[in-house]
């Protein structure tokens, strides 16, 4: 009798959660951004949620909540009651940079989170400023160690990726220049074109329409591979630094303990919007490399980013508080 029971209980909480998922979603759906609305991660999101809600039948809003290097909306993100309702957009800095950057978290970015796919990866380029605009990579290093500590370069912020790329320039070429933080990179881009700073490490879609109307001159890629926007600018790898690699990924989260139906429905609409042509060919023109994934394999990329950026960052021993 006692087992009669135990099965009939199982059968019944096991059609309870099979309705459940089935009812799933019964209310509006919510991305969290954690950067200002117009940047890239909010450009992709909106996107997203568009084609996201024709899917599910229900309006996804975004919500954008910047603020401490992406940690403020993380933590929102994080303690969200584990339902799908909401969804993350997550970045390099919040799921790879910021555990080595800071010593306490508000939130684990692994333990708090369920991932669901990648979205995309922007590779970020070496760009000079006015002064060395002509010189090729081995004539602009040749030109930096010429002049000892007096060079700069331009970040969008302490720990940002923009900043972690040029401090790997310094250790990868033996080089010494002096980090400018900015509040944003806009700020930084103009004092570049406006020739007070010596250089930068942009992503190419944060740079592409100055790239490409002569404004700004990118003299090599910092990946493994060329970009079909900048044909002709070279990798670091082809110029003999292949471990001269920084990029800017984002990719979509939601709380851990989501009901697995759930997490199995958000991660396959989310990845045939990803692979879809109007996404790819929309986000690829604008320089992303747009790249889907399973949430496993996004949950195995975010840990070798984690690594691989917590070893430089050890090295380079930048801490934020």
Do not use: C
Request: net charge neutral; glycine share 10%; charged share 20%.
């Amino acid at each position: 009798m006692n087992i009669l029971r135990i099965v009939l209980s199982v059968a019944i909480l096991s059609f309870g959660t099979a309705a459940r998922a089935e009812e799933w979603p019964s209310r509006n759906l919510r991305i969290l951004v954690p950067f200002p609305a117009g940047g890239s991660a909010d450009t992709q999101a909106r996107s997203i949620a568009d084609e996201l809600s024709k899917r599910l039948g229900r309006p996804v809003v975004i919500e954008n909540k910047p603020g401490a290097g992406g940690n403020l909306a993380a933590t929102e993100a994080a303690h969200a009651a584990p339902d799908g309702y909401t969804l993350y957009m997550a970045t390099t800095g919040t799921h790879a940079a910021n555990v080595n950057l800071y010593d306490k978290l508000s939130y684990d970015p692994v333990r708090d989170f369920q991932p669901l796919t990648l979205v995309t990866i922007y590779p970020q380029v070496i760009v000079p400023g006015e002064r060395f605009k002509s010189l090729d990579l081995p004539g602009l290093i040749a030109a930096i160690k010429a002049n000892g500590d007096k060079l700069n370069f331009g970040s969008s912020g302490v720990g940002s990726p923009t900043h972690l790329g040029g401090e790997l320039f310094n250790r990868e070429t033996g080089t010494h220049l002096m980090h400018v933080p900015y509040r944003g990179q806009g700020p930084a881009i103009t004092d570049l074109l406006g020739g007070r700073l010596d250089m930068m490490f942009p992503s190419i879609p944060d740079a592409l329409g100055q790239l490409q109307s002569g404004q700004m001159r990118a003299i090599a890629i910092m990946a493994l591979k060329r970009s079909p926007v900048l044909p002709d600018v070279p990798t670091t790898k082809e110029l003999g630094y292949p471990t001269l690699l920084s990029a800017i990924w984002a990719g979509l989260y939601t709380t851990a303990g989501t009901p697995k139906p759930v997490v199995d429905r958000l991660s396959q609409e989310l990845a045939a919007i990803v692979d879809s042509p109007g996404f790819k060919d929309k986000f690829e023109a604008m320089g992303f490399e747009v790249k889907s994934s399973t949430p496993d394999e996004l949950g195995a990329y975010a840990a070798s980013e984690t690594k691989r950026w917590g070893e430089i960052i050890k090295a380079l021993d930048i801490k934020l508080n």
